[in-house]
């Protein structure tokens, strides 16, 4: 087919590699639903949503897009859309509905079906097995502080794979471990929402650990790809003060690093910066062995670079428009030895993030600098945008971003990066976490009163696209 789907006037996306996997992705929380269901045990984001102040609008994922009874009518979307590929995320709680002993049959069934309607229609399923829904049951238990809990992880794998593991051929452990621990554990502003600040560190360590049992627990059950997915964000220095370097090298190996380089490289990071002894205590013997099991892909998630300075030090540390400005106070209180700062001159998304589609490329070519062949291939498992998007309002924004940053992609692919394939956040306007349903980052609108789908401008701009390929 030529290039003729593609409307006049846009641009037709660069060829990427035979093989590259286009997709789309989503997580259990956001579009479920069905909380109650077929035996699902409570999640810490149940108890957290019900917290009064916590999610804004109050709103919460007891209904969300309702995908656990529409998802036939999801899985039309995307074949619709033309994709290779769709990640999604299995809700722990509905497997294990107190977080530990047999499989809920109910639960299995649900993502069985999911799994065999995707291959009807080509889809390859990519897992994930945690996006940041604990049991509730274990949070009692003291959550990801308690070392049981990356055992209690591996054996929830391994009753997922035991049912799923012959049709999966992508299985991603963990989904932005940095996010759960920092939002979750040390700030608060997610589930399980406390605030712990730097003593959250030992959340970062389980959380790992978990990965690594969960690794050979798969690679017994499925020959499907193994992953784990972490949020990267290239890290600018306010200005070249060494204050600001040593600021932005301590950011660069909390957020960039600490998940990485145990999983790559088999070591922590230096943490000096934060107090952290090149020794923690909570490190036992070999599990750094562990956690270094080989991986098949990296998974890697990119929305915006942070732009960061010595606290106070270079005169130009005004909180930033990034993920990190909400929790620039806590920053503060923690006494953590970066402070986050605005990057200007560029677009906003509607979060206010800033819209730098360069910063995928420097993301990317910077991984394989820092890694080189102990980087394995690339999935792009998020990228995406936020907008206030209404029905019948073309999503211009998001067709700039998206094509923006698919080039971006293209470019580092040309460089010599390995990245295997490309899945946009999201498919279907969700829950977003403690904004609840109001920072929509769908290719599909939803009305979250009438559960209507709509699909936006960006949704044929890629079906398009996606068309002019084969
Ligand atoms: O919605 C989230 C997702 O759950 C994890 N990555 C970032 C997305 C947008 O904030």
Redesign the pocket.
């Known amino acids: 087919m030529t290039h003729t789907h593609v409307r006049r006037g846009e641009r037709v996306l660069p060829r990427f590699p035979e093989g590259f996997l286009w997709g789309t ?1 989503t ?1 259990a929380y ?1 579009i479920e639903g069905a909380v109650k269901e077929d035996g699902r045990g409570a999640s810490i984001w149940d108890a957290f949503c019900a917290e009064p102040g916590r999610i804004r609008n109050g709103d919460t994922g007891d209904v969300a897009c309702d995908h656990y009874h529409r998802w036939p009518e999801d899985v039309a979307l995307m074949a619709g859309l033309g994709v290779d590929a769709y990640r999604f995320s299995v809700a722990w709680p509905r497997i294990q509905p107190e977080g530990r002993g047999p499989a809920n049959a109910a639960g299995l069934d649900f993502y069985d079906r999911l799994v065999d309607a995707l291959a009807e229609r080509q889809i390859t399923p990519a897992l994930t097995l945690y ?2 829904d604990l049991p509730q049951a274990l949070q009692d238990g003291g959550g990801w502080l308690n070392r049981d809990t990356a055992h209690r992880f591996a054996e929830y794998a391994g009753l997922v794979a035991d049912r799923l593991g012959d049709r999966v051929g992508i299985w991603i452990t963990l ?2 471990p940095f ?1 759960h621990m920092s939002e979750g554990y040390a700030i608060g502003t997610h589930a399980p929402g406390e605030t712990l600040l730097l003593d959250a560190l030992p959340v970062a360590h389980h959380l790992l650990l978990g990965h690594g049992l969960a690794v050979p627990v798969l690679r017994e059950r499925t020959s499907g790809q193994i992953a784990i997915t972490n ?1 990267y964000s290239p890290v600018w220095t306010a200005t070249g003060a060494p204050a600001d370097r040593r600021a932005a090298d301590a950011f660069d190996a909390l957020q960039n690093r600490l998940f990485t380089d145990p999983v790559l490289l088999g070591r922590l990071p230096d943490l000096a910066a934060f107090g952290v002894p090149a020794e923690p205590d909570y490190i036992r013997d070999g599990d750094l062995a562990v956690i270094s099991a080989p991986l098949d892909r990296l998974g890697v ?1 990119y ?1 915006s670079p942070t732009r960061i300075a010595a606290p106070g030090g270079s005169g130009d540390a005004a909180p930033g428009a990034s ?1 990190l400005s909400e929790v620039e106070g806590h920053i503060q209180a923690a006494g953590l030895p970066f402070a986050d700062t605005p990057i200007e001159g560029y677009p906003v998304t509607a ?1 206010g993030w800033p819209v730098v589609p360069g910063g995928l490329h420097e993301l990317l070519t910077g991984l394989r600098g820092t890694y080189g062949e102990a980087l394995p291939p690339i999935l792009i498992t ?1 990228n ?1 945008c ?1 907008a206030r998007d209404e029905p019948g309002t073309p999503d211009r924004d998001r067709i700039a971003y998206l094509d923006g940053h698919i080039r971006a992609l293209h470019r580092a692919i040309e460089d010599g990066v390995d990245v295997r394939g490309y899945f946009i ?2 498919l279907i306007d ?4 403690a ?1 609840g349903n109001d ?1 929509r ?1 769908g290719l599909v609108h939803v009305d979250f009163a009438t559960q209507k789908r709509t699909p936006k401008a960006s949704y044929h701009w890629l079906r398009d696209q996606l068309a002019a390929r084969r």
């Not at 969700?430 to 976490?433: S, V, Y």
């Open positions: 992705a997580a956001q996006h940041w989904n932005e996010v949020n998630n929305y993920v979060f998020e995406g936020s956040w999201s969700n829950f977003e976490w904004e920072q980052f």
